[in-house]
């Protein structure tokens, strides 16, 4: 059974340790790097799990059998507030395909609908077919929008969205 938690300073060890995993497992996936993350320091960690528990963003770790296998954050932009930022979106290798990404992303929508946010943004590199498939799937559509990869400029970053139903 999976149970999603939100992420709050108490479990702050914990999310750093699947973020660092996640990072490790998929480094083209995300905006940042294992080794920019791994020098953040204690307080770092603890400034970014508090900023979860405020009402304008939120995270949830999943684990399943006991074991944190996923995370998903979503952040109100900052700009317009019916809009919100899937970051940090992952599942671990062996827990793929048993539904937990759909159910992260059905948990930050219960939320966003709850904070009346309308759309849930997100950016997948070009090279990441498995997850513009995993989206697309669950109702995200290509928007049109591209930007550089910031880790490395020669790939692309392609902006998916949905309605938060």
């Not at 599942?91 to 929508?109: H, M, N, Y």
């Not at 709850?114 to 559509?141: P, W």
């Amino acid at each position: 059974m999976t149970e999603l938690i939100p992420i709050t300073p108490l479990l702050v060890a914990d999310y750093k340790v699947v973020r660092l995993r996640a990072l490790q497992d998929t480094p083209l996936a995300f905006g940042s790097t294992y080794a920019r993350e791994s020098q953040f320091t204690d307080d770092e960690w603890l400034a970014r799990a508090t900023r979860l528990i405020h009402g304008h963003d939120i995270g949830f770790l999943a684990r399943n059998n006991g074991s944190y296998v996923g995370l998903a954050l979503c952040f109100t932009d900052e700009n317009d507030a019916e809009k919100g930022q899937i970051i940090s979106m992952w599942v671990a290798p062996e827990a793929r395909r048993l539904g937990i990404g759909r159910q992260l992303i059905d948990k930050i929508a219960v939320w966003a609908a709850s904070k009346s946010i309308k759309t849930l943004h997100l950016m997948v590199t070009s090279v990441n077919d498995s997850a513009i498939e995993f989206y697309r799937s669950i109702g995200f559509g290509m928007t049109g929008k591209t930007e550089p990869y910031p880790n490395d400029p020669a790939i692309v970053e392609y902006e998916m969205v949905r309605a938060v139903l």
